[in-house]
């Protein structure tokens, strides 16, 4: 469902929506459901059953009933088949009345056809009466109403055998199921006005919107997104059954994602009513360092269940001299990501810029002494921030353990499809005080502490959930939830900083092929740390690793710029 396949939701609005029925705003909402329930993985429209839910492990077939009247729907406006009179044959001698099996059961029933599951679906406009008022109660908490399933189940089934011939072999679904089945897979669904139907959707479009930092304008955003989505729906359910594949009735939700995020993106562009303080869209986050190399096969044939992955990251050159000033300047612009609380951003008031300032400027002082571990941090911050949509957590702030050593980045990974996972960093520049061998030994020291799970529980107490996007990834941060039994939603991320001989200061004195001296030398640094790993504990094998390595011309010149660019920027106290 790309931009050139959906409406570009600038024109329309409100006016547009009165064109579309209330099955195409139906089919709209369980769309729009995609984006509170990951499992929900497509919708159909007019394929097998009005709308079809493709769930995980399961798929919904949803019948639309908006037929007229004043009365509720009952058992026999529902299950009862209308008929025809077949002619005697044989040695019959009367006319025989015999059912269509066309009524909503009927043909909900033979919706049950896919290798999934069937779970069945009836959206009504009028409301049923008592004898139907069981397909009310939601599937996960109908045991409290059993009481009533035998009589509505006699009922169906006298219904479903009616005028039957008797030779003819029982009722059941192409899966096999009878309308016993049925039953204890279906619900019945009442919203009684169009009307209803649209303000559920803008709902939704408005709430998740908000979940990832966008505030809509109430004067028509929500009812624009929703006119474009309903023109699309409008084309799919409209297509050919005989002329158009599945694919093209079909919305899957990697595709509507996108869709939705870019919309929203367009409008945050033109609104800066945002309450979250970490922006996700690309346009906003400044690049300090770029990849000049990614490899994630150099342990393939090892068969570790854990992914090990290593990128290369680079500065520029300008004019021939490396751009240590303008890495300095970029950096610069993170600090206040690394050094200040969620809380502390977002507080934007004039009577306490002064307060927050100086927050800024004491934190930055009480680092000076290891500036190189700040920028280390920060860069590694800003890596994972423009590469990856996460929502970073400043619970590093808070973290005291004797050692002094801790995870210094620590970032939620939004995950549209997946659950959420957590990042935690690792950030280093390599000199003659500090080796490879001393990461390897902290890290290690770090993971087989107890400081790891009292970590965990500190950045759940940490997590400013109102400064953060939606996500789902408190249940692996509560003390009882063992780091082997997730260990697929973490990963661990290690940023290294080193001199390389391969890089001068002026590009004119490298060697030509000076690239590949750098791959070679960099492939041998993230061997040499994920060797030394395993060699400490095979328990790394499965951890997933990810290695940013950065070769340098000199660290010193770095950090002597990110000093300068500060004392300009502000006087430290």
């Not at 990697?254 to 346009?283: C, G, L, M, Q, R």
């Not at 500090?434 to 030994?441: A, F």
């Not at 070769?551 to 106290?573: E, F, H, Y």
Request: aromatic letters at 10%.
């Amino acid at each position: 469902m790309s931009q050139a396949v959906m409406e570009q939701s600038d024109s329309g609005g409100v006016a547009a929506l009165k064109g579309f029925t209330y099955q195409n705003l139906a089919a709209a909402y369980y769309v729009l459901n995609m984006l509170r329930d990951k499992s929900l993985v497509s919708v159909r429209c007019e394929v097998v059953d009005d709308i079809d839910l493709i769930y995980h492990d399961r798929i919904e077939y949803v019948q639309v009933k908006t037929t007229d009247g004043d009365t509720k729907w009952c058992v026999q406006d529902f299950a009862e088949a209308t008929t025809k009179v077949v002619p005697p044959t044989g040695k019959q001698r009367n006319d025989q009345i015999v059912s269509n099996e066309d009524s909503i059961l009927h043909k909900s029933i033979l919706c049950d056809k896919g290798e999934l599951p069937g779970y069945f679906r009836i959206l009504t406009l009028r409301e049923v009466t008592d004898s139907l008022k069981y397909l009310k109660t939601s599937l996960d908490v109908r045991y409290e109403k059993l009481e009533r399933r035998p009589a509505l189940l006699k009922r169906l089934q006298n219904c479903i055998k009616r005028n039957r011939p008797n030779k003819k072999p029982p009722f059941v679904s192409p899966n096999g199921n009878d309308v016993e089945y049925w039953l204890d897979h279906a619900e019945w669904e009442v919203v009684s006005s169009p009307e209803l139907l649209e303000l559920r959707c803008t709902k939704l479009i408005l709430q998740s919107a908000q979940n990832k930092g966008v505030y809509l304008s109430a004067n028509g955003d929500p009812e624009r997104i929703l006119a474009s989505l309903l023109n699309s729906l409008f084309k799919k359910g409209a297509a050919s059954r005989v002329l158009k594949s599945m694919a093209d009735k079909s919305y899957h939700r990697s595709d509507f994602i996108s869709w939705f995020n870019a919309e929203i993106e367009h409008y945050a562009n033109h609104s800066n009513e945002h309450i979250k303080v970490y922006p996700t869209a690309s346009n906003q986050l400044q690049t300090v360092l770029s990849s000049f190399f990614n490899d994630s096969n150099v342990y393939d044939t090892y068969n570790f269940n854990g992914d090990k992955i290593w990128t290369g990251l680079q500065g520029q050159y300008h004019r021939n001299k490396y751009s240590y000033d303008l890495i300095a300047k970029n950096i610069y612009g993170w600090f206040h990501e690394v050094l200040l609380l969620p809380n502390e951003i977002a507080d934007n008031s004039p009577q306490n810029v002064t307060t927050k300032f100086t927050l800024f400027t004491q934190r930055y002082h009480k680092q000076t002494d290891f500036l190189n571990e700040l920028v280390a941090k920060a860069l590694l911050h800003s890596t994972i921030r423009t590469e990856s949509k996460t929502q970073p957590i400043a619970a590093n702030l808070y973290f005291d353990d004797n050692q002094q050593t801790c995870f210094d980045n620590i970032h939620i990974l939004l995950d549209d499809h997946l659950p959420d996972k957590l990042l935690m960093g690792f950030s280093r520049l390599i000199d003659e005080h500090y080796s490879l061998s001393d990461i390897v030994q902290d890290f290690d020291n770090l993971l087989a502490s107890d400081a790891f799970s009292n970590q965990k529980e500190k950045i759940l107490e940490a997590k400013a959930g109102n400064y953060l996007l939606e996500h789902d990834i408190d249940d692996i941060l509560a003390a009882c939830c063992s780091l082997d039994k997730n260990l697929h939603r973490f990963k661990f991320v290690f940023f290294i900083g080193y001199e390389s001989d391969h890089l001068e200061c002026n590009s004119k004195n490298m060697a030509l092929d000076f690239e590949s001296h750098l791959i070679s030398e960099a492939t041998t640094q993230f061997k040499a740390l994920v060797d030394q790993l395993i060699a400490e504990d095979d328990f790394y094998e499965d951890l997933h690793i990810e290695v940013y390595l950065y070769p340098s011309p000199s660290l010193n010149s770095l950090i002597n710029a990110v000093q300068t660019q500060v004392s300009s920027q502000w006087k430290i106290a």
